[in-house]
Structure formats: structure tokens, C-alpha cells
């Protein structure tokens, strides 16, 4: 059974950092992406990783100031925000087995179940 479990959420200021992990269980996918879901929004990409060397997408949005990186043999996935904006503020979801590099939450089969990120200004 396959199992996505984030964690690393929390309050912060703005033009703060925090780094989101997403622990994998039950599986191995070279293809994952970071979501998220701000208060009466619809889930948006925030970014993607895939391939060996890993290859990275990003959002407008979060560009510059995201990083998503992937640790194979611990079979973990990571956020790294910095220059957080009270517009970041969100449920972050990690997602796994969608098409390589795709943003479309639509196309991914394995969500976790979220970690909140709060930033006031």
C-alpha cells in the first residue's frame, strides 16, 4: 500500500523559511510534484521533479524562492521555501505517480494527506 506522509509545516513571518518533507512508503516514484490548496482556491502546482539526474518545473509563482529535491535512498521528497509571502499561506500536499514533469494535479494517483503553512505579514 502506498503511502505519502508530509511534514514540516508551521507558522512563520513573512520573508521567512521552511522546508516541507514527504516521506514515501510502499513504492519507489522517480516522478513526484509538490501542490497546494490556499483558503477558497483550487489545488495549484507548486512544483515537479523527475529523472536522474533530477529535472525540476516550477510555478511562476514559487520560482526563485522554492527548491524541490528528492532523496532516492531514503525515498524521501522535499519543499525548501524561502522568501515566504502571506500569499504562500496553504495546505501543502506531496503527490506521486503523475505523468514526468507534469503540473496537472489531475494526472497523479498517490496524494498525502497535507501540511498546513501559515505566513503572516
Known amino acids: 500500500q502506498v503511502q505519502l506522509a508530509e511534514s514540516g509545516g508551521g507558522s512563520v513571518q513573512d520573508g521567512g523559511s521552511l522546508r516541507l518533507s514527504c516521506a514515501v512508503s510502499?513504492?519507489?516514484?522517480?516522478?513526484m510534484a509538490w501542490f497546494r490548496e490556499r483558503p477558497e482556491k483550487a489545488r495549484e502546482a507548486v512544483a515537479a521533479?523527475?529523472?536522474?539526474?533530477?529535472?525540476?518545473k516550477y510555478a511562476d509563482s514559487v520560482s526563485g524562492r522554492f527548491t524541490i529535491s528528492q532523496d532516492s535512498d531514503k525515498n524521501v521528497l522535499y519543499l525548501q521555501m524561502n522568501s515566504l509571502k502571506p500569499e504562500d499561506t496553504a495546505m501543502y500536499y506531496c503527490a506521486a505517480a503523475g505523468p514526468c514533469g507534469s503540473l496537472d494535479p489531475d494526472f497523479y494517483a498517490y496524494w498525502g494527506q497535507g501540511t498546513q503553512v501559515t505566513v503572516s505579514s
Open positions: 510502499g513504492g519507489t516514484y522517480n516522478c
Open positions: 521533479i523527475w529523472a536522474r539526474p533530477a529535472r525540476t
